[in-house]
């Protein structure tokens, strides 16, 4: 088993619970972690026995085109897409929501799910 890591995916999207936040969009950051059943593509190095790093990239993007009012939801259907990869045993997928409008100093504000075969 190998755990892949796709860290920083910046995607500008249209996720929020405040109407502004629905026309203007604002910039989020994904990252995934994703738990691999390894064996067969330690022996045949074929992409095609792993999950292929891009393909991660493309269903995170894909994901967050489909608007919500929370980020749980995005989070959740990353994860639950990620889960049916061939030879996928866990994933983890935390987004961030970069700069949202809060009226308040902090670090980061995110969510991270996890989904285990």
């Not at 691999?36 to 269903?59: M, P, Q, R």
């Not at 929501?97 to 075969?117: G, N």
């Amino acid at each position: 088993m190998a755990l892949i890591t796709v860290e920083g995916i910046k995607v500008y999207a249209y996720h929020g619970h405040l109407k502004e936040e629905s026309i203007l969009g604002g910039h989020f950051l994904v990252n995934v972690w994703v738990d691999v059943n390894t064996n067969k593509v330690e022996g045949s190095d074929n992409l095609a026995d792993t999950i292929d790093y891009v393909k991660i990239i493309k269903l995170v993007k894909e994901q967050m085109l489909i608007r919500a009012n929370m980020i749980e939801v995005p989070a959740n259907k990353i994860a639950e897409k990620i889960i049916k990869e061939n030879n996928v045993i866990k994933v983890t997928v935390e987004l961030e929501k970069v700069r949202p409008p809060v009226p308040a100093e902090f670090k980061k504000i995110s969510v991270t799910k996890t989904i285990v075969k």
